[in-house]
């Protein structure tokens, strides 16, 4: 019998979900540790996406980006008061929407 793929066992992950202090190890790693840790994040969630391609270098960047924005959106009181974080079920942050320009449907994950 064929091992199911590990995607079907991997929870969503999202950045709100990190403890603080996590986010700020992973944020300072070495810039190499760093990409490792993206790419094992993107080997679990976008197994079909081949390494060598722009794609996975896409990834890669938006977890990247996301992380760091994430930290931006923790740590400025006026950004997280006055803004709301959209995530997607991968880590990444799909959007960030001024509230008072929020809607519910703002929430629907593409």
């Known amino acids: 019998m064929a091992t199911p793929s ?3 066992y991997m929870k969503p992950f999202l950045l709100d979900d990190l403890e ?3 986010l700020d190890a992973i944020l ?3 810039p190499k540790a760093r990409v490792d840790y993206f790419k094992k994040l993107a080997k679990a969630y976008f197994p079909n ?3 060598d391609t722009e794609e996975y270098t896409n990834i890669l960047e938006t977890y990247n980006s ?3 924005l994430e930290k931006m959106y923790r740590t400025n009181k006026f950004f997280n008061e006055k803004f709301t974080v959209v995530y997607t079920e991968k880590g990444f942050i799909r959007n960030i929407i ?3 320009y929020f809607a519910d449907d703002d929430l629907i994950t593409h």
Request: aromatic share 16%; proline share 6%.
């Open 28 to 30: 300072s790693l070495p």
């Open 49 to 51: 996406v081949q390494e």
């Open 98 to 100: 001024a509230d008072m």
């Open 66 to 68: 996301s992380f760091y």
């Open 20 to 22: 603080e202090a996590t």
């Open 6 to 8: 590990l995607i079907y």
